[in-house]
């Protein structure tokens, strides 16, 4: 079974340089069969991460699950740990009918580093493509997960390491930015209807334009229009 890791992206050089062979190192210590695709979205606009990751599962044709990975971290392989140890018990976790929650186990957000069996994505129409600027796409695929009675697993129940040796943070990331309370705003009309909302807005309403595609060193970019 294949891992398809999918990273939405726009204008950070520097940190992709050091994830891309920080994460393919990873991986590879795993066993793990795995692709990385990275959305790069253009134009001046604000971003709109949720569609970014609906583009990069539409556009990946491998069947099996999925991680929806930030760029700003990863992984490392501690030396006291075994080797299967990655991502407390990530992202080696197979269940193609659940999902599982990463850096913020099942706490009403999706984000950060998220993984998702392909099936189960599909069945809950992938993120919504309504968050422009930054947050809440994430809480809203944690809401269309629990609407579907998919089973959200957490990281476990032995210390994990996160945010020690385990993972390298390579930037602490823009924050909050234009668009957070807007996205509030749209999060919450949404949850008026969800049943409505989360068949009229995901993978099947996703619209875009790729503008050209490359196949680089460890990784496909795809640079797309929104």
């Known amino acids: 079974m294949k891992l398809q890791v999918v990273v939405p992206y726009r204008d950070r050089p520097k940190q992709l340089r050091k994830f891309i062979p920080g994460l393919s190192e990873y991986l590879t210590s795993q066993k793990i069969d795995f692709s990385i695709t990275v959305v790069n979205q253009l134009g001046v606009g604000q971003m709109n991460r949720g569609k970014l990751k609906n583009i990069g599962f539409l556009e990946t044709p491998y069947k099996g699950y999925t991680v929806f990975h930030d760029v700003d971290l990863f992984p490392i392989r501690r030396k006291d740990e075994p080797d299967h140890f990655g991502y407390h018990g990530?992202?080696?976790?197979?269940?193609?009918?659940?999902?599982?929650?990463?850096?913020?186990?099942?706490?009403?957000?999706?984000?950060?580093?998220?993984?998702?069996?392909?099936?189960?994505?599909?069945?809950?129409?992938?993120?919504?493509?309504?968050?422009?600027?930054?947050?809440?796409?994430?809480?809203?695929?944690?809401?269309?997960?629990?609407?579907?009675?998919?089973?959200?697993?957490?990281?476990?129940?032995?210390?994990?390491?996160?945010?020690?040796?385990?993972?390298?943070?390579?930037?602490?990331?823009?924050?909050?930015?234009?668009?957070?309370?807007?996205?509030?705003?749209v999060l919450n009309a949404v949850l008026q209807d969800r049943e409505k909302n989360y068949k009229s807005d995901g993978l099947n309403t996703c619209l875009y334009?790729?503008?050209?595609?490359?196949?680089?060193?460890?990784?496909?970019?795809?640079?797309?229009?929104?």
């Open 209 to 226: 334009r790729v503008e050209k595609k490359h196949k680089l060193q460890g990784y496909t970019m795809i640079d797309v229009i929104v």
């Open 90 to 185: 990530m992202p080696n976790y197979m269940a193609l009918d659940h999902a599982r929650s990463i850096a913020k186990p099942a706490q009403r957000c999706a984000g950060c580093i998220f993984a998702v069996g392909n099936p189960a994505f599909e069945k809950v129409n992938g993120f919504s493509n309504s968050y422009w600027g930054w947050g809440y796409e994430d809480m809203d695929l944690w809401y269309r997960l629990q609407h579907y009675k998919i089973q959200i697993d957490e990281q476990g129940k032995r210390v994990s390491s996160y945010g020690k040796a385990a993972f390298t943070h390579l930037d602490k990331g823009t924050g909050w930015v234009d668009g957070h309370e807007r996205n509030k705003a």
